[in-house]
């Protein structure tokens, strides 16, 4: 099925640890955005993309790095996992800036730090 | 910048009763406006969404919002809720970026 797919689904980090968030759509979307979900906070964004190349931070990048080198793909870096990185992480695509046409969101990734 | 606030953070409500969820924002100039439903264990699914034109906007499993300029806000409503729609909702609103509330979590009782 078409849509945002995400890997892995869970994760345990320990503190220090590194990893790398995988998204990836199949839409040919232009846009795609990292937001991370945290209980009674709604979804902040950390990073978006507005095309293969081009990045830009969003409300909260601190802690995070992002890479756009196709249009597919759009990993979410973690250098140095820390317990407040402890969170719900969402990817989402979306064909034209200003989300006229609506995100489409991947299932999610939960990632807890300890 | 735009932000959103949305009024309820839970809404217990029985089977077949109407619901409100009400949602404002700011901004300073024009920008579209969403509303989310997001199920256990899942990502977000668009409900309905507000571009331009009619101010009455009606989206998926009987769900409609009501787009009000002047008060800024951008409420959704059902008639009569089903258990199905226990779920958790968000508001959303874009100019550059998409910008979330913090989520009411519609709790449908029998």
């Known amino acids: 099925n078409a849509g945002v797919t995400q890997t892995p689904k869970f994760r345990i980090l320990k503190i220090g640890q590194s990893m790398t968030l995988q998204c990836t759509q199949d839409?040919?979307?232009?846009?795609m955005y990292w937001y991370r979900q945290d209980p009674g906070m709604g979804l902040k964004l950390i990073y978006y993309?507005?095309?293969?190349?081009?990045?830009d931070k969003g409300e909260v990048p601190n802690g995070y790095n992002v890479s756009r080198s196709t249009t597919e793909d759009f990993p979410l870096r973690l250098e140095l996992a820390a317990p407040s990185q402890t969170s719900v992480y969402f990817c989402?695509?979306?064909?034209?800036?200003?989300?006229?046409?609506?995100?489409?969101f991947g299932s999610g990734t939960r990632l807890t730090v300890v | 910048a735009q932000s959103v606030t949305q009024l309820d953070s839970q809404v217990p409500v029985f089977e077949e009763a109407p619901v409100e969820l009400r949602c404002n924002y700011s901004?300073?100039?024009?920008?579209?406006l969403f509303w989310y439903v997001q199920y256990p264990n899942q990502g977000l699914q668009l409900l309905l969404k507000?571009?331009?034109?009619?101010?009455l906007v009606k989206g998926i499993n009987g769900f409609e919002a009501e787009f009000n300029k002047s008060q800024t806000s951008f409420h959704l409503r059902k008639p009569s809720v089903h258990i199905s729609d226990t779920a958790e909702y968000f508001c959303?609103?874009?100019?550059?970026?998409?910008?979330f509330g913090a989520g009411t979590r519609l709790t449908v009782k029998p």
């Open positions: 989402a695509s979306s064909y034209r800036d200003k989300g006229g046409y609506g995100y489409t």
């Open positions: 839409m040919n979307h232009n846009y």
């Open positions: 993309s507005v095309g293969a190349g081009i990045t």
């Open positions: 901004s300073s100039v024009s920008v579209y």
């Open positions: 507000y571009l331009s034109g009619s101010t």
């Open positions: 959303a609103v874009t100019l550059n970026d998409m910008r």
